[in-house]
């Protein structure tokens, strides 16, 4: 299953003068993908790129059924402070997804980093938006490198594992 399994990771803020490009890619990389026989998309549930994929994911379900959307989400609170159309966003895209699994009930302080990992471990091709040398979607792909994962980089357009 893991060769079978793509996961994503990103920033939370894209640029709006970055989203349609980001979209556009986006979108052509998840195909070419499914192409390769990839059909399980492991997904973290945050705002920003997360939700993005994660929406494209599931309009791409229309002409490929066989994909499924997994949600690996930290803890059942994820979305509790988050804006009214965020939650509505994030309640959709749950509904919709082919499998949600918690890591965590409760927030802890390191339930994010274990969402990561547990994303990182359970696939072999990690897609990314990432545009700096610091923070979590950094750490997240540092580890992806380690684990010996092809990462396709969004942030610099990096798509050569296609």
Not at 27 to 32: A, D, L, M, N, S
Not at 123 to 132: A, E, F, G, H, Q
């Amino acid at each position: 299953m893991k060769q079978k399994t793509c996961c994503f990771t990103g920033h939370r803020e894209i640029l709006d003068k970055d989203y349609k490009i980001l979209k556009e890619n986006l979108k052509y990389v998840i195909i070419q993908l499914i192409k390769k026989g990839i059909i399980y998309f492991g997904v973290g549930g945050a705002r920003g790129f997360d939700m993005l994929v994660e929406k494209i994911i599931l309009d791409l379900k229309k002409q490929y059924p066989q994909i499924k959307l997994i949600l690996v989400l930290p803890c059942k609170s994820q979305s509790n402070y988050w804006n009214y159309i965020e939650k509505l966003d994030y309640h959709y895209i749950t509904a919709k997804a082919d499998k949600v699994v918690y890591v965590s009930q409760d927030y802890t302080k390191d339930c994010m980093v274990k969402r990561n990992q547990h994303l990182i471990d359970n696939s072999s091709v990690c897609v990314c938006y990432l545009n700096t040398i610091y923070g979590g979607t950094w750490y997240t792909v540092s580890y992806a490198k380690l684990k010996g994962l092809d990462i396709i980089n969004l942030g610099q357009m990096d798509i050569s594992f296609l």
